[in-house]
């Protein structure tokens, strides 16, 4: 899945554990009629895929949906989602994932007259 955007905010890379687990954030704002603020988290060597890009860059994420189950002390089990990003790259502003479609070429008439009436009913 891709989601289109313009960076809010780009976190700190953030280190857990004693494995050495890491983590940054990145909040992008979606330009559609409700705008929709989502905070994708990159993981271990992908957090440095976020160091050439700044707040109010118009992006494009490539994400993978991550959902898991926590059973609390109670025996209630909750469930998390996360966004977590694997490519990022630059877009353009009015960039739409539906590509163009080109035009098709075709040959002028060369035997045209302009004496010659045309049946337009206008």
Known sequence: M???GKI?????????????????????VTDEQYPQFLLVEFTQDKCD??????????????INL???EWINPE???KYFNSIQGWRIE?????HSS???????????ADNYKDEEPDDLPF
Do not use: C, W
């Open 98 to 108: 539906v590509p163009p479609v080109e035009a098709q070429s075709f040959v002028p």
């Open 2 to 4: 891709e989601i289109n």
């Open 90 to 94: 630059k877009a353009q502003a009015g």
């Open 8 to 28: 809010k905010k780009i976190d700190t890379t953030k280190t857990f554990g004693n494995n050495g687990f890491r983590k940054r954030e990145v909040v992008i």
């Open 75 to 77: 025996g209630e089990a």
């Open 49 to 62: 895929l976020l160091n050439s890009f700044a707040e109010g860059d118009l992006v494009k994420i490539s």
């Open 66 to 68: 991550r959902g898991r």
